[in-house]
Nanobody, 121 residues
């Protein structure tokens, strides 16, 4: 019932930047949290960053804290992930997720198709 579409992935050199976008459509919660997860080949899908409905609360994985910034524009039903100082270990498919609250991100099967981020050394 909820469609999530990611965009903005690509190939970038270490130290570079990318900005990912995720737009939600269809049925959504009245107020919902959104977040980013990523999955590298042979690895689990791991939490990257989350943001509550108001944008007043954000949560980051330790591995990206200080380098990535999550934000949202509710008028556009869109979430963003600004990724700076990218490292090769950031290489993964990045997925958008939606949940009723920031603490429940990853617990509902609302995922986008993913967008590939590749960081070369």
């Amino acid at each position: 019932q909820v469609q999530l579409v990611e965009s903005g992935g690509g190939l970038v050199q270490a130290g570079g930047s990318l900005r990912l976008s995720c737009t939600a459509s269809g049925r959504t919660y009245t107020a919902y949290a959104m977040g980013w997860f990523r999955q590298a080949p042979g690895k689990e899908r791991d939490f990257v960053a989350g943001i509550d409905w108001s944008g007043g609360t954000t949560v980051y994985a330790d591995s990206v804290k200080g380098r990535f910034t999550i934000s949202r524009d509710n008028a556009k039903n869109t979430m963003y992930l600004e990724m700076d100082s990218l490292k090769p270990e950031d290489t993964a498919v990045y997925y958008c997720n939606l949940a009723p609250g920031i603490s429940t991100l990853g617990n509902y099967d609302y995922w986008g198709q993913g967008t590939q981020v590749t960081v070369s050394s």
